[in-house]
């Protein structure tokens, strides 16, 4: 498996509040997570910090194999790091009101675990066809869902930040998981909304079909994503068939 992933603060933000990380457990089993920080000050920082560091090293002393064990294990893990966030927004006045999204990928020799809270997304390219697996949990997404706006609305909506589940500020940390079956020459990509606020889904699929390499096609999505005004932080995981782990 080939795994590359960037994170870029963008043109417009101070910090970069999103965090990747990719991990191991006992039985060689990967898992990838992209987090995007929510609240003010540095406590999205923190926020999306804590969900990557915290469920990344409890994977690793992990020794599952199979799906449906680690289906079980994320939604728990979910619940107690929302649990986490939360008592540690009560204990920092300045952390108040933080949060994060998150979207997980757990990789298996023929099947791939994904999973989400908010509007960080997961993505499929086979057969030079891009479809989007995750389903984002966001207010522009349910007035879709109820066909008060369309889908080209909801990508300039006012209120396109507001995110209705999130890991941290809510007691119950509702995440979506699913599993998918996987072909050869599979790319899944996990990406925050920094990407998909500023490029196509055409734009993406284009970058993903050219002959370069995972960390290659990472920078020209963020470079995309930048020329476009890079309005917030960017981050971009790839992951393949065979190959070695990149990131910066």
Known sequence: MEVAYLSDIGRQRESNQDYVGMFRNQSGLEFAIVADG??????????STMAVSHMGSRFEDTSF????????????????????????????????????????????????LLANIGDSRGYLLRNAQLAQLTEDHSLVNELVK???????????????????????????????INLYHAQPHDVVMLCSDGLTNMVTDAQIQAVLQRNLTLQEKCQQLIDLANEAGGKDNITVLLISAEGEVTAS
């Open 65 to 112: 194999t199979d799906p449906g064990t680690a289906a079980k294990w994320l939604s728990s893990e979910a619940q107690q790091e929302n649990d986490t966030i939360i008592e540690k927004a009560h204990q920092y006045q300045d952390l108040n009101g933080m949060g994060t999204t998150i979207v997980v990928a757990i990789i298996f020799q023929r099947q791939f």
């Open 38 to 47: 929510i609240g003010g000050h540095q406590g999205g920082d923190v926020a």
């Open 146 to 176: 109820l066909g008060q706006i369309s889908e080209e609305d909801a990508r300039t909506h006012p209120e396109k930040n507001i995110i209705t589940r999130t890991l941290g500020i809510n007691d119950e940390a509702d995440i979506d």
